[in-house]
């Protein structure tokens, strides 16, 4: 299941390796299902390897406001980092990126760029994507 899965023990999340996100066990019945093109006895087999662990859900990961070494498996993405005194909050896209400092530190456009950009990584993807650099 190795070339399928990769047990992040760290964070205790499963990440799949072809897609380089975190898979919550919640979904991956049908993640696998739906992702992947594998036989019934295969999928089973993902499944039941998969449960041997207690893994964490995207709500109970702790993310690093400093920078760490990058997660195996997981793509490293484009992002921007705010660079207001002690935020560093990091996010995937230009509107998120002004959304958040208009709405955290009273930004306006004439102040100009207060974001950097960096190279980050997430580990889940869709409403639960949060960014670590």
């Known amino acids: 299941m190795s070339a399928y899965l990769f047990f992040n023990q760290e964070q205790n999340v499963l990440i799949c390796k072809v897609h380089q996100c975190a898979i919550s066990f919640r979904v991956i019945y049908r993640h696998f299902l739906d992702e992947h093109n594998l036989e019934l006895k295969v999928r089973q087999e993902v499944i039941n390897y998969a449960s041997q662990f207690a ?3 995207a709500s109970e990961l702790t993310y690093s406001p400093h920078e760490v070494i990058p997660v195996p498996y997981l793509s490293i993405v484009d992002a921007l980092k705010c660079q207001y ?3 560093g909050k990091v996010l995937g896209t230009l509107m998120s ?3 958040h400092c208009k709405v955290v530190h009273v930004w306006k456009a004439k ?3 207060k974001w950097t950009k960096t ?3 997430t580990f889940f993807q869709g409403h639960d994507k949060r960014y670590v650099n």
Do not use: I, S, V, Y
């Open 55 to 57: 893994t964490a859900e």
């Open 111 to 113: 102040d100009g760029e």
């Open 85 to 87: 005194e002690d935020c």
């Open 97 to 99: 990126m002004k959304g």
């Open 119 to 121: 190279r980050a990584q």
